[in-house]
């Protein structure tokens, strides 16, 4: 007799054009690449209220169905992009390449910090503060192919994180590229998740899945980890020649992100003393059960809460001083791949954020002092120069 091992399954998933009923499964899947996690499909327990004289009970009947599980990954660049996609409940942008020809820019010269159009304007071009841009084509090679954080923007100037090579010569034949980015909105989408159980030939195929949360979370010297909360509505076996549904999911290929190779940028600074973080998006989605079916006629996305903290060593009171003020911070986040040049990347960027809590670690605790800062998170309603939306996400993947 043949059991089914713990490892050998394929997660598996395509998008629902209609609500819950499930794509041809002959191309177009993908693969979730999966640490841990899985689905179930759960019933609501109909009890009988039967009142018996020998005391005893009379058998219930099963009630509504619903369909709840997670799925843990290494965040790698295009691993999870549809996913990401479905909890933001927005659609990627595409990549915006600009030149001279651009809004009017004309031609660019280089500082230390910034990057100066002669003309035109960087926000008009649709260049945002947050964003990543690389520079190609420019006249000096050292400033190329090189992933670049706005923090700061105005019509003829992109203040960057990085040292760029001061370059005072007018280039009027550069490039300058946004790979795509990713705003908040309000669009829901829905997945068929296929777990293959391949030693056993079967399949579960659950059916109507929103993405209900996504979590983020960074350890020192562990990889950087995203977890996809799912509600779903339905599950259908598949055993024999109809295991797998999807028959040739695509899988991609790229390498997770760490934690130690992170970029982390709060307010005006890239900071190098946290020790954890955690980002959760959650759109509290639900099914709603009712008479005549045992299926939710949708699972709703409700609105979207984001939370968030920080644990970092203690060296100084600015911190503090910031929760005292109530200041108004920025949080951007880049993880890059460590092969390669321009290097691939995945990005989250908020804008609006200031510090709900702080709290110290004891006395008398081994090691250095660290503070537990939880963060309060709104969307960033600045306009101009800045994108409307309390997280945005970005990644190289095409």
């Not at 996913?83 to 010269?109: D, K, M, Y």
């Not at 120069?385 to 945005?392: K, L, P």
Request: proline fraction near 3%; hydrophobic fraction near 40%; include cysteine.
């Amino acid at each position: 007799m043949v059991f089914q091992s713990g490892r050998n399954i394929l997660v598996a998933y395509k998008p629902e054009v209609t609500f819950g009923v499930a794509e041809d499964g002959a191309a177009g899947a993908k693969v979730f690449r999966p640490n841990s996690g899985g689905l179930n499909l759960s019933k609501e327990p109909i009890r009988s209220n039967e009142i018996r004289r020998d005391g005893q009970v009379s058998r219930g009947r099963h009630g509504s169905r619903s369909v709840a599980g997670s799925y843990v990954g290494d965040l790698s660049h295009g691993s999870y992009d549809d996913f990401i996609e479905a909890v933001f409940r927005g659609s990627f942008q595409p990549e915006l390449v600009l030149n001279e020809a651009s809004a009017g820019l004309t031609s660019i010269t280089t500082t230390a910090n910034a990057i100066v159009a002669s003309a035109g304007s960087w926000i008009t071009a649709g260049l945002r503060v947050g964003d990543i841009v690389r520079l190609t084509n420019h006249s000096t090679a050292a400033n190329n192919g090189r992933n670049l954080r706005i923090v700061g923007l105005t019509a003829s100037t992109i203040t960057v994180a990085e040292v760029l090579t001061v370059d005072a010569v007018a280039d009027a034949a550069f490039s300058l590229t946004r790979p795509k980015k990713l705003l908040m909105g309000t669009t829901p989408r829905s997945f068929s998740i296929e777990e293959r159980e391949i030693d056993i030939d079967g399949s579960e195929l659950f059916l109507g899945n929103r993405i209900g949360s996504m979590q983020l979370q960074l350890q020192p010297n562990g990889m950087a980890t995203i977890t996809f909360g799912v509600i779903g509505r339905d599950m259908e076996v598949k055993d024999g020649a109809a295991s797998p549904y999807y028959a040739a999911p695509v899988a991609t290929t790229s390498l997770g992100m760490t934690a130690v190779e992170a970029l982390i940028r709060l307010g005006g600074e890239d900071v190098l003393e946290l020790t954890a973080l955690d980002l959760t998006i959650n759109l509290n989605a639900a099914g709603q059960p009712v008479v005549g079916s045992v299926l939710t006629p949708e699972v709703f996305t409700n609105q979207a809460t984001v939370e968030g903290s920080i644990t970092a060593l203690k060296k100084d009171v600015s911190r503090v001083q910031q929760f005292l003020d109530e200041d108004v911070l920025s949080l951007h986040l880049m993880f890059t791949e460590n092969e390669g040049e321009p290097r691939d990347f995945c990005s989250f960027f908020i804008g609006n954020i200031t510090f709900a809590n702080l709290a110290k670690s004891e006395l008398g605790a081994d090691n250095g002092r660290t503070q537990q800062i939880s963060l309060l998170i709104g969307k960033d309603e600045r306009g101009g120069a800045y994108s409307d939306s309390t997280v945005v996400y970005q990644t190289s993947a095409a």
